[in-house]
């Protein structure tokens, strides 16, 4: 069993910042990817960002710029710095981990952390 833990989510107002993390814990024992994902309300889960086990990164088009995910790998950590919000930003925000299984991969959910930016 794998366990995700997200904290730092939140109300705040437009232009504000915001830190996400998530600490994976249980049967972990290879993880290929940490990310973050949103969903906003009547809409799909989308990528927010995502870093790989080499460091390297990717975002969506959307937070390019204004957030910055990074991993601590001794603390099965991950973290997403949020800023210059915007409403549009509102959403859930799942933190999801994928591990190595055999050739593939298998992905593990958070249980998700409000994030709510007021105009």
């Known amino acids: 069993q794998v366990q995700l833990v997200e904290s730092g989510g939140g109300l705040v107002q437009a232009g504000g910042s915001l830190r996400l993390s998530c600490v994976a814990s249980?049967?972990?024992?290879?993880?290929?990817?940490m990310g973050w994902y949103r969903q906003a309300p009547g809409k799909q889960r989308e990528l927010v960002a995502r870093?790989?086990?080499?460091?390297?990164?990717n975002y969506a088009d959307s937070v390019e710029g204004r957030s910055t995910i990074s991993r601590d790998n001794a603390k099965n950590t991950v973290y997403l710095q949020m800023n210059t919000l915007k409403p549009e930003d509102t959403a859930v925000y799942y933190c999801?981990?994928?591990?190595?299984?055999?050739?593939?991969?298998?992905?593990?959910w958070g249980q998700g952390t409000q994030v709510t930016v007021s105009s």
């Open positions: 999801a981990v994928d591990l190595l299984v055999g050739t593939g991969s298998r992905r593990y």
């Open positions: 249980g049967s972990i024992f290879s993880i290929n990817a």
């Open positions: 870093i790989i086990s080499g460091g390297s990164t």
